[in-house]
């Protein structure tokens, strides 16, 4: 027996409310960049997955997974440059103290 | 003798280690372990990738997210002060409201998920000559278009980052 696609979209949603439960919870800047890391991939396995069990022979649903990537690395080194501009400026990492965009 | 208990055994165990370290992501209070968790998390995933028969995307699930991402973060990581308390927010008078909220949000998901059942399956062999040529005939334009958002990216993150001259900076408060 194989295991049904139902399973991998449950693990799926699964792993994408524990990122979004990341984002609302934490107060740290990179903690919420890594829980918005964990939402993309959890993203990545149902799209993967419908692809797999579901889709055409030629695999868009793999290809736009590739897409994903290049964006989550934009993203991250672009979050990452961000933050760190933002502390060096002033040495908090906390969200709820980052309220002054003032440069 | 047969093996077809290998298949949802190994998707037991990665799924376990999925939702575990994306669970130890969000609670630990020490934010260098949490980085590395959160590889290991990728790292499952990959083997998920590869129990779905798509090497190519576990590959590259290796590479950019196990490999690249968490030493980025690990590197912002190290160049923050790191304490933060994640538990402070929890077990707030919200409660039951938000027990009641994600009930009524995760049964339907559940259910819907649940209700998906596979297609015809595919035969075996890896996704690497269906990717490339997809990337490489329809995909095309975009895969260039992604080629010029990773540059644009790498520039902002290095003039985001750099250090000013100090009688540029000077310069620039005193004006």
């Given at each position: 027996m194989t295991v049904p696609l139902g399973a991998y979209i449950v693990v799926s949603a699964a792993l994408f409310f524990i990122g979004c439960a990341g984002v609302l919870v934490r107060r740290n800047a990179v903690v919420i960049l890594m829980c918005v890391e964990l939402m993309l991939n959890a993203a990545n396995l149902g799209l993967v997955a419908f692809s797999r069990?579901?889709?055409?022979?030629?695999e868009r649903g793999s290809v736009f997974v590739i897409f994903v990537f290049v964006i989550a690395a934009a993203e991250v080194a672009v979050g990452l440059g961000i933050i760190l501009s933002a502390y060096r400026n002033r040495?908090?990492?906390n969200v709820d103290e980052i309220h002054q965009m003032k440069g | 003798m047969t093996f077809d208990f290998v298949e949802p055994a190994v998707f037991a165990l990665i799924s376990i280690g999925v939702i575990a370290g994306g669970v130890a992501v969000v609670m630990l209070n020490r934010i260098t372990a949490a980085a590395l968790l959160m590889a290991f998390t990728f790292l499952c995933m990959a083997g998920m990738f590869v129990l779905l028969g798509a090497e190519t995307i576990a590959l590259f699930q290796v590479l950019i997210?196990?490999?690249a991402i968490t030493v980025l973060i690990l590197y912002g990581v190290m160049f923050t002060k790191f304490s933060d308390q994640?538990?402070?927010?929890?077990?707030?008078?919200?409660t039951p409201l938000a027990a009641v909220f994600v009930a009524a949000v995760g049964i339907p998901v559940a259910i819907i998920a649940l209700s998906f059942t596979s297609a015809t399956p595919r035969p075996g062999g890896g996704d690497l000559v269906a990717l490339a040529t997809s990337v490489f005939t329809d995909f095309a334009f975009p895969f260039e278009v992604a080629s010029v958002l990773l540059l644009a990216a790498m520039v902002g993150a290095i003039v985001l980052t750099k250090r000013d001259d100090p009688a540029e900076a000077t310069l620039r408060r005193n004006r």
């Open positions: 069990k579901y889709g055409s022979i030629d040495p908090v990492v | 997210y196990v490999g994640p538990r402070a927010l929890f077990f707030q008078r919200q």
